[in-house]
């Protein structure tokens, strides 16, 4: 763009140039390029983000990326972020099934617990490793939450995208897919309480039991409004509830992360419309998160070096892997599953995506990881997601879940019909 035009945008015109390169570029990647098999929309709209980062844009057109993203802009950008991902994570609190999870306690609790904590202990391992070395750790982390957070990042599970990439694979209504979200949805609680305990500041400890104690008791009431309430006015509440679970979080010191997950966790999923809830995640999705995405590209960074920012990521990616896949053998053989499903629910808990990238972004605002670290955690992410579809697809086939699954679509098609 010639210089005496960019002198005469203003600052509006700069903020919806941004917007149009979000939408516009990851768009244009997806569906010509036909990705969707190994990189659904949401995985091409995160390596976008990362492309505009300071780290390949900012290297290569200095000038443009300076033009598009300036202090401003991003400030603007950020904003629709945090509400962005605040809202998308209450929808994922919102999902857990918890009633679900209770009935079938003990081999949910088995596998679940197995799943999360073969990949913690590697994840902790592969922290050691970076804990030796320089540029990773955050100025303000203490080594047990650098390692503790590292090898949560590799346990992760994204709730929200699993369910996306299992409503592909035609088995997310199925007996399997509703086993598999009972497991991703305990993880999920562990995940977030772990962040908490990491997050946990002791100068400030009175303040952050004020606000427990506190959401204890108002969201009592809170479950004791909302089924009285007709559901068009839930929704509205719903979202004040959230913004004040994010306030009361973020002003104790837990970040505003934490307050949206427990403002959904409370929240019964049958006090909303189903079809609905799942129109309002996918709008979310469409509308609002690939400014997050953008926004999480602009964090990384690559002035470690690119070789020892993908090695880190390799290292990291390893442990996530290799331990998911040895946590649902331990719990296949403990449990007596048929063969072969230990693999083909391993890798679909694979799926990190959204909630480990949400997961890194606190740690990198608390400054309890580096730029470069979050660079390495977000790349890992990314790989395990992209991982899931092209392995499980060929289990399934094998398993005959695809067969079943196109037969239950045609079935429903034609009661539509």
């Known amino acids: 763009?010639?210089?005496?035009?960019?002198?005469?945008?203003?600052?509006?015109?700069?903020?919806?140039?941004?917007?149009?390169?979000?939408?516009?570029?990851?768009?244009?990647?997806?569906?010509?390029?036909?990705?969707?098999?190994?990189?659904?929309?949401?995985?091409?709209?995160?390596?976008?983000?990362?492309?505009?980062?300071?780290?390949?844009?900012?290297?290569?057109?200095?000038?443009?990326?300076?033009?598009?993203?300036?202090?401003?802009?991003?400030?603007?950008?950020?904003?629709?972020?945090?509400?962005?991902?605040?809202?998308?994570?209450?929808?994922?609190?919102?999902?857990?099934?918890?009633?679900?999870?209770?009935?079938?306690?003990?081999?949910?609790?088995?596998?679940?617990?197995?799943?999360?904590?073969?990949?913690?202990?590697?994840?902790?391992?592969?922290?050691?490793?970076?804990?030796?070395?320089?540029?990773?750790?955050?100025?303000?982390?203490?080594?047990?939450?650098?390692?503790?957070?590292?090898?949560?990042?590799?346990?992760?599970?994204?709730?929200?995208?699993?369910?996306?990439?299992?409503?592909?694979?035609?088995?997310?209504?199925?007996?399997?897919?509703?086993?598999?979200?009972?497991?991703?949805?305990?993880?999920?609680?562990?995940?977030?309480?772990?962040?908490?305990?990491?997050?946990?500041?002791?100068?400030?400890?009175?303040?952050?039991?004020?606000?427990?104690?506190?959401?204890?008791?108002?969201?009592?009431?809170?479950?004791?409004?909302?089924?009285?309430?007709?559901?068009?006015?839930?929704?509205?509440?719903?979202?004040?509830?959230?913004?004040?679970?994010g306030l009361g979080a973020d002003w104790a010191g837990l970040h505003f992360m934490v307050g949206a997950f427990l403002a959904g966790a409370v929240v019964d999923s049958h006090w909303f419309d189903r079809e609905r809830m799942d129109l309002l995640r996918h709008h979310v999705l469409l509308v609002v998160m690939p400014v997050f995405f953008l926004s999480t590209g602009l964090r990384t960074n690559w002035q470690v070096g690119g070789a020892a920012v993908f090695l880190a990521a390799a290292l990291l990616l390893v442990a996530a892997v290799a331990g998911k896949l040895a946590g649902t053998h331990l719990a296949a053989r403990a449990l007596g599953w048929p063969r072969g499903e230990a693999s083909l629910v391993g890798w679909l808990l694979q799926t990190k995506a959204l909630i480990m990238i949400i997961f890194a972004n606190v740690l990198l605002d608390k400054q309890l990881i580096t730029a470069e670290t979050f660079t390495a955690l977000l790349l890992m992410a990314v790989a395990s997601t992209m991982l899931t579809v092209p392995m499980v697809t060929p289990m399934l086939r094998r398993a005959g879940h695809d067969r079943a699954g196109r037969a239950s679509d045609d079935a429903r098609a034609g009661t539509r019909t």
């Open 1 to 245: 763009m010639p210089p005496a035009v960019r002198q005469a945008m203003n600052t509006t015109e700069i903020f919806l140039v941004a917007m149009l390169v979000i939408f516009t570029v990851p768009y244009l990647i997806w569906r010509l390029a036909k990705t969707d098999y190994y990189a659904p929309l949401v995985v091409v709209q995160i390596l976008t983000g990362i492309a505009l980062g300071p780290g390949l844009l900012g290297a290569w057109q200095p000038e443009v990326y300076a033009f598009v993203f300036t202090p401003t802009v991003i400030q603007s950008l950020n904003g629709i972020a945090w509400w962005a991902v605040m809202v998308f994570v209450w929808i994922a609190g919102i999902e857990l099934d918890l009633h679900e999870a209770w009935k079938h306690r003990g081999e949910s609790a088995v596998t679940a617990g197995l799943a999360l904590g073969a990949p913690l202990v590697l994840g902790g391992a592969a922290a050691l490793v970076l804990l030796a070395q320089p540029g990773w750790v955050g100025p303000a982390a203490r080594p047990w939450q650098f390692v503790l957070g590292i090898g949560m990042a590799c346990s992760v599970t994204a709730l929200p995208i699993l369910m996306l990439l299992m409503e592909k694979l035609a088995i997310l209504r199925q007996p399997l897919g509703q086993r598999i979200l009972r497991y991703a949805s305990l993880d999920d609680i562990a995940i977030w309480g772990v962040l908490a305990l990491i997050l946990m500041d002791w100068e400030r400890v009175g303040r952050q039991a004020a606000f427990l104690v506190a959401f204890f008791g108002v969201g009592y009431a809170f479950r004791r409004l909302m089924p009285r309430l007709p559901e068009r006015d839930r929704w509205p509440v719903g979202l004040i509830w959230l913004a004040a679970c």
